[in-house]
């Protein structure tokens, strides 16, 4: 592989996270907004709004961490842990508020506020599945991998007439 193949596939890296960075902060920004906005009009389920602004916030925050990281690693892995552990407890809390008035007919509350909390709930739940989905195919293909060498490769406790037999 040349070099030129490297730096591209560092500029595209780079890239992907830029977008990536750009497309949450813009997001986040949007919930915060969104639920500031419209802080009162939900009263069917008025934690969708502070669901909304808490989020977005939390969102905002830990973009903010990633430069802290550069120079102050531990403390800002600490920061990210806690926010982390957060932001899920406050995603199952959204999932229980914002799903739970899903059938009502009508629903009580700003169509935007609501529509919005559910398409970052549902973007979230697809984004876990692919992870989850990755992972686990990352699992087998190390345990296929194991496997591959443990056959490869011979038993201590075997002898050379022992492995020729087996063969």
Known sequence: MGSGTLITITCKEKF?????????????????????????????????????????VIHLLAFALIPLKKCA????????SVLGLFSFCWFIAGSVWVFRIY????????????????????????????????????????????????RDTPDRDRSPEDEEALK
């Open 16 to 56: 992907s996270q830029l977008f990536t960075l750009l497309l949450w902060t813009v997001l986040s920004t949007a919930m915060v907004i969104v639920g500031s906005i419209h802080i009162d009009n939900c009263p069917i389920e008025p934690k969708i709004p502070i669901y909304l602004i808490v989020a977005g």
């Open 103 to 150: 059938q009502e007919n009508p629903r009580r509350c700003n169509d935007l506020v609501y529509k919005v909390a559910f398409g970052i709930l549902i973007f979230e739940y697809i984004f876990i599945a692919f992870i989850a989905a990755a992972v686990c195919l990352c699992i087998c293909c190390a345990g296929t991998l194991m496997v591959a060498a443990d």
């Open 73 to 80: 690693e531990k403390p800002a892995y600490f920061i990210e």
